[in-house]
């Protein structure tokens, strides 16, 4: 579980919409957490010190109870290395930021900072899709359900730990979710091929056996989170393309999480950033837990 959650601040009241979360998992977790903001230069962190301290300080006053321990930190240099950087430093460090937010000219965009972060940390990242509200996030939230996006792979399986670990002490219920969709190679042959190679099934008959292979992959996943002592859980078989499906789910299930990993792959499908995880990370309205998975 996580010793340290790292919190990247601008100043802004969209990129503070994160702290609910932070707050949810320190006091879930036991975890410490390290507000930090971070200057281009040298020359901003001496003419806006006091500042950024000051800011940093009250924000951890107002938005963590005293019983969590609270460290505030100001960094120079790039953004998105700095959070990397910082992180990597820490054993078992989630790293926790909104996907956008603003201060004067500055923009933490997904595309910007939040993509660089996810697309170069090693550490475990949660984004919180910024609202539009100027008011910040609404200080009472929960996280009732962890969606798990799985392809099939180890790979993509290697989150399931994690998130038994994190839906614990959130009393959450799991979630394991398998998109599938009929591959374009479905219906190619090649012209050397015997008169039986070349038979090609009807179309039900596919449906019918690529949902079977997802519904029996899913089921037995269930059974053996079963066996690891999970009580709270359920399967979803979606049918269409990946990244959709599961933000869809995420939507219909208040008080969600998606929980994945950057790559895996299970046949000719491969999830990497860029493709399933980046449109999750860039379209989900509802919070992204992102790992590393290990080649």
Not at 176 to 202: G, H, K, N, Q, V
């Amino acid at each position: 579980m996580y010793n340290k959650i790292l919190v990247p601040l601008d100043g802004s009241k969209l990129a503070e919409q994160v702290l609910p979360y932070a707050r949810l998992l320190a006091e879930a977790t036991g975890a410490a957490v390290e507000l930090v903001r971070i200057a281009d230069s040298d020359a901003q962190a001496a003419l806006g010190g006091a500042a950024a301290a000051d800011y940093l300080k009250e924000t951890a006053a107002r938005c963590f109870a005293p019983s969590t321990k609270v460290a505030c930190a100001e960094l120079t240099g790039k953004p998105a290395e700095s959070i990397v950087n910082r992180a990597e430093s820490e054993t078992n460090c989630l790293i926790a930021m909104a996907t956008h937010g603003a201060s004067g000219l500055r923009r933490w965009l997904v595309g910007s900072v939040a993509l660089k972060v996810v697309q170069a940390a090693r550490n475990p990242l949660l984004l919180v899709r910024a609202g539009d509200s100027s008011g910040g996030a609404a200080p009472d939230i929960g996280i009732a359900s962890i969606i798990v996006a799985l392809d099939g792979s180890e790979l993509a399986e290697s989150v399931l730990g994690p998130v038994i670990e994190l839906a614990r002490p959130l009393h959450s219920e799991i979630v394991l979710a398998r998109a599938w969709d009929l591959p374009a190679s479905a219906y190619y042959r090649s012209a050397d091929e015997t008169a039986a190679a070349r038979f090609i099934p009807t179309y039900d008959q596919l449906v019918a056996s690529v949902r079977g292979e997802a519904a029996d992959y899913l089921a037995a996943k269930l059974a053996e989170l079963r066996g690891r002592g999970v009580d709270r859980l359920r399967a979803e078989t979606l049918e269409g393309a990946a990244a959709d499906k599961i933000i869809d789910l995420a939507r219909a299930t208040p008080g969600s999480l998606i929980a994945m990993c950057t790559h895996g792959r299970s046949g000719v499908r491969r999830w990497v950033l860029g493709s399933v995880a980046e449109n999750v990370v860039r379209h989900a309205s509802s919070p992204v837990l992102i790992l590393r998975a290990a080649v």
